[in-house]
């Protein structure tokens, strides 16, 4: 079966061309430039090299960045007051809090103290549950990015069974419900799923978030399946070298899925990119 792969790079420089000359346009208007503000606590390697992405991007597309790096023992009571701060101040159109804090601090509490309107990583629970209620809102930007991949390539969604490998709250969960948005039938699966095969060999549309190497192997695939791989994990060989693999044994699914995402090149780059869309969406709202 010729497998056909699905360039998450490719589109993500599509949507950030569109999004550079829309916000040229409103930039004029408005007299001044989308901003996205970042808070990022202590050193984790992977929220720097994340944090450094966004502001790539930023700047990219047009958009002003207002990161703040602060140590790792900073209080929690002090995040929270830099957010309030930041819900104000009426040059920031979007906030986010680089995820994963450091041990001691909640994440979570953070996030929900971001305003609703400037949440542009889509996770506060207003915007969760406008999701669940199918109203207009601010989408997790990492499901918004698999479902413009999905229809990028236009494969079929209405009345497709699509299987969910993960339940979290950032992908697993709202990627379902975005599915069901499209009439799909959705099945969730997670740890405790017994006879897991039996059920992603159903899949028409197979999406994995579960953060375990090359956890899907070919015999679990529907043949002509879409698979879409969200996983990102760096594994090291008996050689002692390190390579970034997905959740999906590309090798053996490539031979049997009918579209598959590569990793990294895939799911990655339309993270940061819905971030940027959803962040101009924030200003255009802001300015009218």
């Not at 056909?4 to 000359?21: N, P, R, S, V």
């Not at 929690?76 to 101040?89: C, G």
């Not at 969910?164 to 599915?179: A, E, N, Q, T, W």
Request: aromatic share 2%.
């Amino acid at each position: 079966m010729s497998t056909l792969l699905l360039d998450g790079k490719a589109l993500a420089q599509k949507i950030q061309g569109q999004l550079t000359e829309e916000v040229r346009i409103l930039s004029q208007k408005a007299g001044r430039a989308p901003g996205l503000a970042v808070i990022w606590v202590g050193d984790n390697p992977a929220s720097k090299a994340y944090v450094g992405n966004k502001e790539k991007a930023c700047t990219k597309v047009g958009i002003v960045s207002f990161s703040e790096h602060l140590e790792a023992d900073t209080p929690q009571e002090k995040l929270e007051q830099l957010i309030v701060q930041m819900n104000d101040d009426e040059a920031i159109d979007g906030i986010l809090v680089q995820l994963p804090v450091p041990e001691g601090l909640n994440g979570s509490a953070l996030t929900q103290r971001i305003h609703p309107d400037k949440d542009v990583d889509g996770l506060h629970a207003v915007n969760l549950g406008k999701l669940v209620r199918g109203e207009a809102g601010l989408r997790s930007c990492t499901p918004s990015g698999v479902m413009a991949i999905l229809q990028e390539a236009q494969i079929p969604l209405a009345g497709k069974h699509a299987v969910v490998v993960g339940r979290s709250v950032l992908v697993g969960k709202p990627i379902g419900l975005m599915l069901l948005e499209k009439n799909c039938t959705v099945t969730y699966t997670h740890s405790q799923t017994p006879d897991l095969a039996k059920l992603t060999q159903e899949a028409d549309i197979l999406i994995v978030a579960v953060g375990r190497p090359e956890m899907i192997t070919g015999h679990m695939v529907k043949p002509g399946a879409a698979v879409i791989d969200v996983g990102i994990n760096r594994i090291t060989d008996y050689e002692g070298n390190t390579r970034l693999v997905g959740d999906v044994d590309f090798k053996s699914v490539l031979s049997v899925a009918g579209w598959l995402t590569p990793v990294p090149g895939g799911v990655g780059p339309m993270t940061v990119t819905m971030l940027i869309s959803n962040t101009v969406e924030s200003f255009k709202q802001s300015i009218k």
